[in-house]
């Protein structure tokens, strides 16, 4: 199966980023150019205040709206933690998992996030669980030994059954927000080599269900060349995702400019 048989999908993660009123003009003008979305699939992931005001706008369209981290408790004394009951009450029907700056940044580790996949899928949210190596676990030569662990502990509880809602997002630390890309050949080799790590975990079948996105520092400039990549399925995407004028050129990749 090819890249191409699966949907593109293009998403765009906030962060700690815009303002409601920002937030609710850029839906909508991403809204307005989507059409019915059967072509490719796009998607937002949104800080959790501003979730319930971003989905009612998005309502009526096929754009997707996430959460950027949810906890695996249904409920219980986790202060300041949202539960996947809770990102679907406020309109959301995915999430994030695993981003690099959870992981760096917040220092969650590699036995939370199984049970964050597992809680995500048993609540109907549709995971994207971001893998990524740092720039010295590459230059010593580890990128494949840290991401096949980090595969292994987020498909902990996997079935082959849920695999047609899970998304992977490959992103390299060193290249989120830096301005640096992998390139073509380094993003081109890791996306296979995570792919003959799916097949061997869910086979085959179940493994041709999982999109496989690319992330770090994706522009209007290289998403082409990016979706051209043999088994990319689509990108997630950070500071582009924040304004139309760049966001919407991303997603549109495969079409001549306006």
Same mark, same amino acid.
């Given at each position: 199966?090819?890249?191409?048989?699966?949907?593109?999908?293009?998403?765009?993660?906030?962060?700690?980023?815009?303002?409601?009123?920002?937030?609710?003009?850029?839906?909508?003008?991403?809204?307005?150019?989507?059409?019915?979305?059967?072509?490719?699939?796009?998607?937002?992931?949104?800080?959790?205040?501003?979730?319930?005001?971003?989905?009612?706008?998005?309502?009526?369209?096929?754009?997707?709206?996430?959460?950027?981290?949810?906890?695996?408790?249904?409920?219980?004394?986790?202060?300041?933690?949202?539960?996947?009951?809770?990102?679907?009450?406020?309109?959301?029907?995915?999430?994030?998992?695993?981003?690099?700056?959870?992981?760096?940044?917040?220092?969650?580790?590699?036995?939370?996030?199984?049970?964050?996949?597992?809680?995500?899928?048993?609540?109907?949210?549709?995971?994207?669980?971001?893998?990524?190596?740092?720039?010295?676990?590459?230059?010593?030569?580890?990128?494949?030994?840290?991401?096949?662990?980090?595969?292994?502990?987020?498909?902990?509880?996997?079935?082959?059954?849920?695999?047609?809602?899970?998304?992977?997002?490959?992103?390299?630390?060193?290249?989120?927000?830096?301005?640096?890309?992998?390139?073509?050949?380094?993003?081109?080799?890791?996306?296979?080599?995570?792919?003959?790590?799916?097949?061997?975990?869910?086979?085959?079948?179940?493994?041709?269900? /999982?999109?496989? *996105?690319?992330? &770090?520092?994706?522009?209007?400039?290289?998403?082409?060349? =990016?979706?051209? !990549? #043999?088994? /990319?399925?689509? *990108?997630?995407? &950070?500071?582009?995702?924040?304004?139309?004028?760049?966001? =919407?050129?991303? !997603? #549109?990749?495969?079409?001549?400019?306006?």
């Amino acid at each position: 199966m090819t890249n191409r048989a699966r949907k593109p999908y293009i998403a765009g993660n906030w962060k700690m980023n815009l303002d409601r009123a920002r937030s609710l003009d850029l839906i909508k003008t991403v809204k307005g150019r989507l059409g019915d979305g059967g072509d490719r699939e796009v998607a937002f992931f949104v800080p959790a205040i501003y979730l319930a005001d971003v989905s009612a706008v998005a309502q009526g369209s096929p754009l997707g709206i996430g959460g950027q981290n949810l906890w695996f408790e249904a409920n219980g004394a986790f202060t300041g933690e949202v539960a996947p009951r809770m990102l679907r009450e406020v309109g959301a029907d995915r999430v994030l998992i695993g981003h690099s700056e959870r992981r760096h940044v917040f220092h969650e580790p590699d036995d939370w996030m199984g049970r964050k996949v597992r809680a995500a899928l048993d609540c109907d949210l549709l995971p994207i669980y971001c893998i990524g190596e740092t720039l010295d676990e590459r230059k010593g030569n580890r990128t494949e030994r840290v991401l096949k662990r980090q595969l292994e502990s987020g498909f902990e509880k996997v079935k082959v059954e849920d695999c047609h809602r899970l998304t992977i997002a490959y992103e390299p630390v060193w290249a989120i927000g830096t301005g640096e890309t992998a390139t073509t050949e380094q993003v081109g080799a890791t996306h296979k080599m995570i792919r003959k790590w799916l097949a061997v975990r869910v086979g085959e079948p179940a493994a041709n269900l /999982v999109r496989v *996105l690319y992330g &770090g520092s994706v522009k209007p400039d290289n998403a082409k060349d =990016l979706m051209a !990549v #043999e088994h /990319v399925d689509g *990108l997630l995407v &950070g500071g582009a995702s924040l304004q139309a004028e760049t966001f =919407l050129p991303i !997603v #549109e990749y495969d079409r001549a400019p306006a």
